[in-house]
């Protein structure tokens, strides 16, 4: 085919490997993804697409595996700001001693868009495009992803306590609603509705959230069965353990999305599969605050739909998706005495599809498959540490970290490229974290 019958399309990206998640298990050698408007048009081996496409781009990645965008399922993105303040701590002695107090001071608008604009920086670096958020201020922390090109399912929040946000879970439901509303026409954003746990919300609160999330078609994202003592409390207080009381309260469904879920019983992991619910896993945060781990193994094996989160900045303390998958490879390992409890194509997968699914957003991010929006990351495995390469996958799980991503893209437009950011300052965001960092010390 001559140049001039060939199809003008934006980009086309050669790579010397490429991992398309769907169909499961699949490296492709020497392949070429090409993309026009923002999605992905073709997937195609390189010589073939030369002849069929003429690109106004071609990225030429010929020491790359090319993978999907990562997509952390669960993060407090503006909480890169405290990262490091109080570290080596008990979960509930952690939260009510330091982290609460910090917000109770500082949580505003402003500090919840400049910590989620760090926040996105961090991960886009590391090869994230897609983060689910939990947080204050909801409008801030979408405005910070939009000016970051990254995309973002917005959380919004609800608790039944005051905050510097909002009065009760009925003032953070109609405020997050509110900003759900004034969002609806950016295409990078989506949205949860997020009440924070079982333990600070009551029945009657769950219920709104509940009404909400079936109205709205909107998944439920959640803290879970992170520790013994988030159980015991459910026991005292409403006479049995929290997965139950949601059952009860119909929250269990194909929307639900459990964070941690570190302490469960086969009986609650099948519960879990039986209604569809997604888990959200983060072993570096579960470690860290001596939470647990988690059965990954069983849950896998019971057809429990796992995604990987990093969890907030505070508490891991990396935005780092490729500790988070060795992390989880090695603990389902060890947790379950099998070898191959989790390979490294089940936990990619993971990483990148299985967040996907929880959010709803597996017709859209996810795979490398044509129709879907080209958030695609890219990994040099040409490092002295990375080599020799006979299986890119394994390597991108066991060897490889986030300084080895090159470029990354969210639909279809560049937002790191040879490892460098494109839309944000690093200089000056590592100014304005200063600040912050003398405000919160003061």
């Known amino acids: 085919m001559s140049d001039e019958t060939a199809d003008t399309v934006d980009l086309t990206i050669d790579a010397r490997w490429l991992a398309p998640i769907d169909p499961p298990g699949i490296v492709l050698d020497n392949h070429a993804v090409v993309v026009n408007a923002g999605r992905i048009v073709a997937v195609m081996p390189q010589d073939e697409a030369a002849h069929r496409f003429h690109p106004r781009r071609r990225k030429r990645l010929d020491r790359h595996l090319l993978i999907p965008g990562l997509v952390n399922l669960h993060t407090h993105a503006a909480m890169t700001l405290l990262r490091g303040l109080a570290d080596d701590l008990p979960l509930m002695e952690w939260l009510a001693q330091h982290v609460?107090?910090?917000?109770?001071?500082?949580?505003?608008?402003?500090?919840?868009?400049?910590?989620t604009l760090l926040a996105c920086a961090e991960m886009l670096r590391g090869g994230i495009t897609c983060f689910n958020d939990m947080y204050f201020f909801p409008r801030a922390a979408a405005d910070a992803a939009l000016a970051a090109g990254m995309r973002a399912a917005i959380g919004l929040i609800a608790v039944d306590f005051?905050?510097?946000?909002?009065?009760?879970?009925?003032?953070?439901?109609?405020?997050?609603?509110?900003?759900?509303?004034?969002?609806?026409?950016?295409?990078?954003?989506?949205f949860c509705l997020a009440p924070h746990a079982p333990y600070t919300l009551s029945d009657r609160s769950f219920a709104g959230v509940?009404?909400?999330?079936?109205?709205?078609?909107?998944p439920i994202h959640l803290h879970l069965h992170e520790t013994n003592d988030e159980i015991d409390d459910s026991?005292?207080?409403f006479g049995t353990r929290p997965i139950e009381r949601l059952r009860r309260l119909g929250v269990l469904g194909p929307?639900?999305?459990?964070?941690?879920?570190?302490?469960?019983?086969?009986?609650?992991?099948?519960?879990l599969a039986e209604h569809g619910c997604s888990i959200a896993h983060?072993?570096?945060s579960n470690l860290k605050l001596a939470s647990g781990i988690a059965p990954l193994r069983r849950l896998v094996e019971c057809g429990v739909n796992v995604g990987l989160g990093t969890d907030g900045a505070a508490s891991n303390n990396r935005l780092d998706l490729f500790q988070e998958m060795r992390l989880a490879a090695l603990l389902a390992k060890q947790h379950s005495g099998r070898a191959d409890a989790v390979d490294a194509h089940r936990v990619l997968h993971m990483a990148t599809l299985g967040g996907a699914r929880a959010l709803g957003l597996d017709a859209e991010i996810g795979s490398i498959t044509v129709g879907k929006a080209a958030d695609l990351c890219a990994v040099d495995l040409?490092?002295?540490?990375l080599v020799p390469c006979y299986d890119p996958v394994s390597h991108l799980t066991y060897a490889a970290g986030?300084?080895?991503?090159?470029?990354?893209?969210?639909?279809g437009r560049p937002r790191v490229e040879d490892g460098q950011l494109i839309e944000n300052n690093e200089t000056g965001l590592i100014r304005l974290a200063l600040l912050w960092q003398n405000k919160i010390r003061r």
Request: charged fraction near 20%; include cysteine; charge should be negative.
């Open 210 to 218: 509940l009404t909400l999330a079936e109205q709205l078609d909107l």
């Open 235 to 237: 026991l005292r207080r």
């Open 382 to 385: 040409a490092d002295i540490a």
């Open 255 to 271: 929307g639900l999305i459990a964070v941690h879920a570190v302490h469960l019983n086969d009986s609650e992991i099948q519960l």
């Open 282 to 284: 983060c072993p570096s």
């Open 100 to 115: 609460w107090p910090a917000e109770a001071q500082h949580a505003s608008a402003q500090f919840v868009h400049d910590g």
């Open 402 to 411: 986030r300084e080895h991503v090159s470029d990354v893209w969210v639909a």
């Open 162 to 190: 005051p905050s510097n946000y909002a009065a009760d879970a009925d003032d953070y439901l109609a405020k997050g609603m509110a900003a759900r509303e004034q969002l609806l026409d950016e295409t990078l954003l989506s």
